[in-house]
């Protein structure tokens, strides 16, 4: 099965950009946003710094944003929203007779594929979510309850494929997985074969565990 492939911006080529492009300006402003917050947290990332990085005037900054906090909200939902597309895209393209295995494969490794390719957006939104104003928090909460819900969805499809012990609780095995999808920031440094056999892997653990099941007998 193909794997899914996700454009990333690239702050190399904004930065190339003569400065007569405000988008290419907007990608950078947002692209080295997320690095500093993802290596600095929130309160010590400050639009100077911002700016500083980006070989720009502070005040530059508001052609562009009205304010930090925009600036933080932008990434935030890019660093959800992205991997979202990615996932929905993947599972989307399967038939609909795809049984649970092949839904949870495709999946997991299309979260994690996008997830390790947005790693500053990524990495800055699990940091920093925590840190930032209520406000701006709230004003997340909607983009990050969408794609858990089509996770919860995702699994109450699978289920009904069959094979699902309908004694376990899919809300928590949801939690669970997108928790150790997301930890593998902390500590992944493979390439794209990596990741594939890190989807294989997860997928694996979490449909079948660790201990050793009785074979089947062949029939015949």
């Known amino acids: 099965m193909p794997s899914p ?23 950078l402003i947002l692209d080295t946003a ?12 400050s639009l100077r710094d911002i700016a500083d990085a980006c ?56 979260h994690l594929s996008a997830l390790l390719q947005l790693q500053d957006y990524t990495s800055a939104n699990v940091r920093i979510v925590g840190q930032v104003p209520v406000e701006v928090r709230n004003t997340h909460i909607a983009t990050r309850d969408a794609y858990e819900r089509f996770w919860s969805q995702l699994l109450k499809r699978c289920a009904k494929q069959g094979g699902f012990d309908g004694e ?28 594939d056999k890190l989807a294989h892997e997860l997928s694996e653990l979490f449909l079948d565990g660790l201990i050793t099941r009785p074979q089947r007998k062949a029939k015949g």
């Open 5 to 27: 492939t996700i454009e990333v911006r690239s702050s190399k080529a904004a930065a190339r950009s003569d400065g007569r492009d405000p988008s290419a300006t907007r990608d």
């Open 168 to 195: 376990r609780d899919l809300k928590l095995a949801r939690l669970f997985l997108i928790g150790a999808l997301n930890g593998s920031l902390e500590w992944f440094r493979g390439g794209p074969a990596g990741i």
């Open 34 to 45: 997320a690095r500093l917050f993802r290596a600095d947290g929130y309160a010590a990332t």
């Open 55 to 110: 070989g720009m005037k502070a005040g530059s900054l508001y052609y562009h944003f009205p304010s930090k906090d925009a600036i933080v909200g932008e990434v935030l939902k890019i660093g959800v929203e992205r991997v979202g597309e990615v996932v929905r895209a993947a599972v989307h393209a399967l038939p609909d007779d795809a049984d649970a295995r092949t839904l949870l494969h495709t999946a997991v490794r299309a």
